[in-house]
């Protein structure tokens, strides 16, 4: 007697059917990573201003471009959706915020917050600098 043939487990996202909260935790993944290679740039710039006044200029010469403004914005970017998804996730840890209606209200306040908490940050930094940011 042949034994039947079983069934290989699909890939979640064949799954499960794609949620926002799906989203948010790839989200939190990547803005991770994003946050480690964001290091990068702040050792670059810690070691420039340890090397002296010339290169500590070109690092700001550099970072000081449009590209890596922008980069610095989703860097802060990444920072704040990463605490504020960290926070969520200390909830979850505690058995709170379960409940679906719970759980996309905290998701749709960690993706609005996270963008209000960095656009505060840069308009707090430029208005600290003079508007230079």
């Known amino acids: 007697m042949a034994l039947a043939a079983r069934e290989r487990p699909l890939s979640p996202f064949l799954h499960y059917r794609w949620m926002f909260t799906n ?4 989200l939190h993944r990547i803005s991770g990573l994003a946050l ?7 050792v670059y710039w810690l070691v ?3 090397s ?5 200029h070109r690092a700001l010469t550099l970072l000081g471009a449009w590209p890596a403004q922008v980069l610095l914005f ?6 704040a959706y990463h605490l504020l998804n960290g926070i969520r996730h200390l909830f979850f840890d505690a ?10 209200a905290s998701a749709r306040a960690v993706a609005v917050g996270s963008v209000l908490l960095a656009l505060l940050c840069w308009w707090l ?9």
């Open 23 to 26: 989203t948010l935790s790839i």
């Open 36 to 42: 480690a290679a964001a290091l990068f740039l702040l």
């Open 48 to 50: 420039a201003a340890a």
């Open 52 to 56: 002296g006044p010339e290169h500590y």
């Open 74 to 79: 989703l860097a802060t970017l990444a920072f």
């Open 95 to 104: 058995g709170r915020g379960f409940d679906l209606a719970v759980a996309r």
């Open 125 to 133: 930094l430029a208005r600290s600098l003079g508007g230079g940011a």
